[in-house]
């Protein structure tokens, strides 16, 4: 019988991998919802410490949404737009830059905006980027 923690540990250190990311920069949260298991990915940007939402996925249990999200990790650059988010926190005077993946501009914001109160940052622009 498989391990349920060795196997969603191995699965998020999948994901980390796939994006690049080390412990303490991805942060995986988890939820019930009416009878489902809700994951939200959280990038932590080490240079101005702030956190937003990579994605959530949702599925029958823990394992079944880690094993959602690192499918869509593995494809999402195939299927989301690039967006480039200017913004700047409240009593902060540095300009900052956010890269967000997304469907659209409104999208790129909520992933921006996630956890947070929408008075503590400012954005200046939201720019959809060239795709290759």
Known sequence: MQDLHVESSRIQQLIES?????????LFEFRQLDGRVRLDLITVNPRHHQSFLLRYEEGHDKLDALRRMLVYVKEFRDTESSFTIQWRALGERELQTSYFR?????????KLYYGRDLTTITVFSVVLNPSS
């Open 18 to 26: 796939q994006l690049g990311l080390g412990p303490g920069n991805l």
């Open 102 to 110: 997304a469907h659209n501009a409104y999208e790129a914001l909520d």
